[in-house]
């Protein structure tokens, strides 16, 4: 197995006096390490990659928009309960991949780049082989939903369709965004910004594109090829996969993950497919609902995991994993003030600045969500985008994000102070709660509207 690096070693060992001896020599006395983060420092580095995120999102729900007239989405449209668990997927993914790697270079474990190549390769293969499994997963469980209630759509030659289509497309599009993702972080800590403000919104800007690309793409090339081919590309994932796992396995940051990391994952898509069946059952009725799906989940899963990673890395640098620090175990986080107040905890410098960003990513929420829909409208008409259904969607979106951030401030904490790593856990469950609740509210708002006209 490869050697641990030096920040996580420092931080397991178990003398609480030789822990605090480590802190204080890696990041300097206890003072400098509790420095207030400013609102205007949060919102300089998120702002730009969040919208660069946005637009990509835009680009993916017009792709989506396009593609559900496709001949491969009439033939098979289980395809509609996939887009959210491969988007989710991809997502859950990249950025708790994200996430990691934004602790380590936090941490100093990415400052060369031996130790790059070293964390970003175990990465990536782990990503793998999450990805090949849970993509086959999504298909399954798409099949099962559609076709319980329709038993006359049952067709193995689709199945083996979709499970290809699905399993290519979460492969092919972890294995790009992953590569994104160690250069950007890696250069993020290079030029001294904060990993955790701008890898996830990258992430997402290429991300739901990608694989919303990848899966027209792929599922109308088999489509048009036919089950032998989906049976070949199968195999060969069959075939290369086990060498993925070997590689994970030998590398001390990923093979916990490998054989534990499990539950999370499996458990956001299961959440995300709930949000895939939403979409399928009302895109027929409300067709332009496909262009802002993308966007309203996309928004909401970017902002959620800058948040979680943000808190995730403050443990990290001040705790043990299991032991919360004393000044947050006097506040009482179920109330939303200790998310979005910064006086409501003001003796302590970690939750003050988490409540300074979780302020700035709301505020970010309705002029983001304005310039997207603006974007949308270019390319696609304001017939949709009334004043009213601008007004709903807004409001939507912003009870979206503000739920998901105080849920993330709750969820983080406590797995932390369980000994789970959220670094690992947080953000599936967060991007597919987002997922669930974005479905569900556009689709009330594209109701609503209905009702009215």
Not at 15 to 24: F, G, R, S, Y
Not at 108 to 118: A, K, R
Not at 133 to 149: C, E, F, N, P
Not at 338 to 345: E, H, L, Y
Request: glycine residues 8%; hydrophobic residues 50%; charged residues 15%.
């Amino acid at each position: 197995m490869e050697k641990e690096s030096d920040g996580l070693r420092k931080r397991t060992r178990k003398e609480e006096v030789e822990e605090d001896m480590v802190l204080t020599k890696k990041h300097g006395p206890k003072e400098k390490e509790d420095k207030s983060e400013s609102w205007l420092s949060v919102l300089v580095q998120v702002t730009p990659p969040y919208l660069c995120a946005g637009l990509g999102m835009v680009g993916a729900g017009l792709v989506l928009d396009s593609v559900q007239y496709w001949p491969v989405f009439q033939t098979l449209p289980e395809l509609f309960i996939m887009v959210p668990a491969l988007i989710g997927l991809k997502g859950n993914l990249e950025m708790t991949l994200a996430s990691r790697l934004s602790t380590h270079a936090n941490l100093g474990d990415l400052d060369t780049l031996e130790q790059t190549m070293v964390m970003g390769s175990a990465n990536l293969a782990l990503i793998q082989v999450q990805g090949v499994v849970v993509g086959a997963l999504a298909s399954v469980i798409a099949m099962l939903m559609a076709w319980l209630v329709d038993l006359d759509r049952v067709d193995m030659s689709r199945g083996l369709i979709m499970c290809a289509s699905s399993v290519i497309t979460a492969s092919a599009a972890s294995f790009i965004l992953g590569i994104v993702m160690v250069i950007v972080i890696a250069m993020s800590r290079r030029y001294s910004v904060n990993p955790d403000n701008v890898a996830t919104p990258i992430a997402a800007a290429l991300g739901d594109l990608v694989t919303l690309s990848l899966l027209a793409f792929v599922a109308t090339f088999l489509n048009n090829y036919g089950a032998f081919v989906a049976v070949v590309i199968l195999f060969g994932y069959i075939i290369i996969t086990p060498f993925c796992f070997d590689k994970a396995k030998k590398n001390v940051h990923t093979s916990d993950i490998l054989y534990n990391g499990w539950t999370p994952v499996l458990s956001a898509m299961v959440i995300s497919s709930m949000g895939g069946k939403i979409l399928n059952n009302v895109i027929m009725k409300f067709p332009d609902i496909a262009v802002f799906q993308p966007v309203i989940n996309g928004v909401a899963g970017n902002l959620v995991g800058i948040q979680a990673s943000r808190i995730s890395t403050e443990l990290h640098k001040t705790a043990k994993l299991g032991k919360l620090p004393e000044d947050i175990t006097t506040c009482n986080l179920l109330n939303p003030l200790s998310t979005f107040s910064i006086t409501c905890c003001s003796f302590s410098t970690m939750m003050s600045n988490n409540a300074t960003a979780a302020g700035v990513l709301l505020f970010l929420v309705v002029p983001g969500h304005l310039v997207f829909n603006f974007a949308i409208g270019m390319s696609q008409g304001f017939g949709v985008i009334t004043p009213f259904f601008l007004v709903l969607y807004l409001f939507a979106a912003v009870f979206q994000v503000g739920s998901l951030l105080h849920i993330a401030n709750i969820m983080v904490h406590s797995m932390w102070s369980r000994g789970v790593n959220p670094d690992n856990s947080a953000i599936p469950y967060l991007t597919a709660f987002g997922d669930l609740l974005g479905g569900a509210f556009l689709a009330t708002v594209f109701q609503i509207v209905d009702w009215t006209d």
